[in-house]
T-cell receptor, first 114, second 112 residues
Framework: DSGVTQTPKHLITATGQRVTLRCSPR?????VYWYQQSLDQGLQFLIQ???????AKGNILERFSAQQFPDLHSELNLSSLELGDSALYFC?????????????FGPGTRLTVT | GESVGLHLPTLSVQEGDNSIINCAYS??????FIWYKQESGKGPQFIID?????DKRQGQRVTVLLNKTVKHLSLQIAATHPGDSAVYFC???????????FGSGTRLQVQP
């Protein structure tokens, strides 16, 4: 158990809908990273927050957004969902703000868009 | 283009064998490397990392070797057992970049 929690574990929704994925980092970690993993694909970095502020952006679509709250949990919002958004979404947390240190991953949320 | 890639998509070994999983990277400025293990239905699990000022780093049953001359990284797992069966990812970072870049993964199958 990495200490990172994610909810929900599974999510099934229809095209055009909006969903929110939630992540709680390990105790003491200030950074949260969001990744997308499509079937048999590697991990694609989406976005990072550090202590409540956006720190880095990767291949995140404009339909997606995220935020980190004062208690350091983070939410990833996916809107106008398309079939191609079906994937595993992971969050990871780290103590530091730069990614030259290990990141600890949560169990993921499996999103299925029908 | 810049990439972190894996030589073999699937590696099958016998229980008790030593396993070697390879990874190539393309950017000589990469200075931080990390290996993750991902079991089916789970999130990636940190295994070991290495910085570019080192050639070798050992953990429990695992060793990472870094050859900067040929831009190659390997993960050696000693005495593999079925519990080691998983997909292994390498990832890299470099100064000025704010995110890890992950390779596409190698599936390790350990036959009992």
């Amino acid at each position: 158990d990495s200490g990172v929690t994610q909810t929900p574990k599974h999510l099934i929704t229809a095209t055009g809908q909006r969903v929110t994925l939630r992540c709680s980092p390990r105790s003491g970690d200030l950074s949260v990273y969001w990744y997308q993993q499509s079937l048999d694909q590697g991990l694609q970095f989406l976005i990072q927050y550090y202590n409540g502020e956006e720190r880095a952006k990767g291949n995140i679509l404009e339909r997606f957004s995220a935020q980190q709250f004062p208690d350091l949990h983070s939410e990833l919002n996916l809107s106008s969902l398309e079939l191609g958004d079906s994937a595993l979404y992971f969050c990871a947390s780290s103590v530091y703000g730069n990614s030259h240190y290990e990141q600890y991953f949560g169990p993921g949320t499996r999103l299925t868009v029908t | 283009g810049e990439s972190v890639g894996l030589h073999l998509p699937t590696l099958s070994v016998q229980e008790g064998d030593n396993s070697i999983i390879n990874c190539a990277y393309s950017n000589s400025a990469s200075d931080y490397f990390i290996w993750y293990k991902q079991e089916s239905g789970k999130g990636p699990q940190f295994i070991i990392d290495i910085r570019s000022n080192m050639d070798k780093r050992q953990g429990q049953r695992v060793t990472v070797l870094l050859n900067k001359t040929v831009k190659h990284l390997s993960l050696q797992i000693a005495a593999t057992h079925p519990g080691d069966s998983a997909v292994y990812f390498c990832a890299e970072n470099r100064a000025g970049r704010r995110a890890l870049t992950f390779g596409s993964g190698t599936r390790l199958q350990v036959q009992p």
